[in-house]
C-alpha cells in the first residue's frame, strides 16, 4: 500500500481530572515562552533598550494579538457562516483554527500599541518578532500533523502519509513542509541576517524579509496542501492561503525597498 501509516499519538497530550492539556494549545504556549525567553537575549546580548519589565508587558501584548487576531482571522477567512451564527465557537480554541494571516494583524496592531506607549521604534520591536516568531510557526505546524489536519493533497511519492481524516489516502504531510520552511529555514536566515549590523541597524528589513519570505513560501506551499472543503479554490486555481498571501509578498518588499531608500537618502 502506498503512503506511511499516521502514527497513532493522541491530540490531547495529557489529562489531568477533567482538564485535557492538548498538543495544539502546547504548542502556542510553548512557542510564546520561548519566543519571550528568546527575546530577552537578544536585548541582553545587543543592549537594547528594553528594561525586563517592559519585555514582560511586550510579551503580554503580543500573545492576545495573536489569539485573538488569529481566532477572529480564521472566523472571517476560513470558518464559514456556521463560525458567526456559533460565536462561543470563537472560545474553543483548543480544537485548532488559528489564521497566520489573522495573527498577524493581530500583532501588528498589539505592537503599534506597545510602541505608543512604550516610545519604542515600532520596526525595533517587529524585528525582535520575527526572530523568533518561525519557533512558533514550527511549533504549531506539528500540532497541525498531530490533529491530523490542513494535510496535503494525493500524491504517490514515497513519504506520503495516510492520514486517517483524509481518508486513510496516501498525501502530502504538508504541515511538515510548511513547518520546515516557515519554521527551520526562516528562523536560520532571519537570525543570520540580523546578527549582521548593517542590517540589524536598518530596523524593519528583517521584519520586511519575514513577511515576504512567509508569502512566498505559503503561495508555494499551498500547491501540495489540500484546500480548505468549505472553500475550494478560487478562480479554479488558487487556496485562500494562497490570495491572503500575495499581499504580504507585497508588503514585505515594499517595506525592505523603503528601508534600504531611505537608509541612502
Not at 527575546?39 to 485573538?68: A, H, M, N, P
Not at 494583524?105 to 517587529?126: H, Q
Not at 519554521?183 to 515576504?212: C, D, H, P, Y
Request: proline residues 4%.
Amino acid at each position: 500500500m502506498i503512503g506511511l501509516p499516521f502514527p497513532e499519538v493522541s491530540p490531547i497530550m495529557f489529562s489531568i481530572g477533567p482538564l485535557a492539556i492538548r498538543w495544539y494549545s502546547m504548542a502556542y504556549l510553548v512557542g510564546i515562552v520561548v519566543g519571550w525567553w528568546f527575546v530577552l537575549k537578544k536585548v541582553q546580548t545587543y543592549k537594547l533598550s528594553l528594561t525586563k519589565e517592559q519585555i514582560e508587558d511586550f510579551v503580554f501584548y503580543i500573545t492576545i494579538g495573536i489569539i485573538v487576531g488569529g481566532r477572529f482571522g480564521y472566523a472571517l477567512f476560513y470558518g464559514g457562516a456556521e463560525m458567526w451564527l456559533k460565536p462561543w465557537r470563537l472560545l474553543e480554541i483548543w480544537k485548532g483554527g488559528m489564521s497566520f494571516h489573522g495573527g498577524v494583524l493581530g500583532v501588528v496592531i498589539s505592537v503599534w500599541l506597545f510602541a505608543k506607549k512604550s516610545r519604542y521604534n515600532f520596526f525595533g520591536l517587529t524585528d525582535l518578532i520575527v526572530l523568533c516568531a518561525p519557533i512558533g510557526i514550527f511549533l504549531g505546524r506539528m500540532a497541525n500533523f498531530i490533529n491530523d489536519e490542513l494535510w496535503g493533497r494525493v500524491t504517490d511519492v514515497a513519504w506520503a502519509v495516510r492520514f486517517p481524516a483524509g481518508g486513510y489516502l496516501p498525501r502530502h504531510p504538508s504541515q511538515i513542509y510548511e513547518g520546515l520552511f516557515e519554521g527551520v529555514i526562516m528562523f536560520v536566515v532571519l537570525n543570520m541576517l540580523w546578527q549582521k549590523t548593517a542590517i540589524r541597524e536598518k530596523q524593519g528589513v528583517v521584519s520586511g524579509l519575514f513577511v515576504l519570505m512567509y508569502g512566498l513560501f505559503r503561495i508555494f506551499l499551498e500547491q501540495y496542501r489540500e484546500p480548505d472543503i468549505q472553500l475550494g479554490y478560487f478562480f479554479g486555481i488558487l487556496t485562500m492561503g494562497q490570495l491572503l498571501s500575495v499581499p504580504l509578498v507585497v508588503l514585505g518588499l515594499s517595506v525592505v525597498v523603503w528601508k534600504y531608500k531611505k537608509v541612502k537618502n
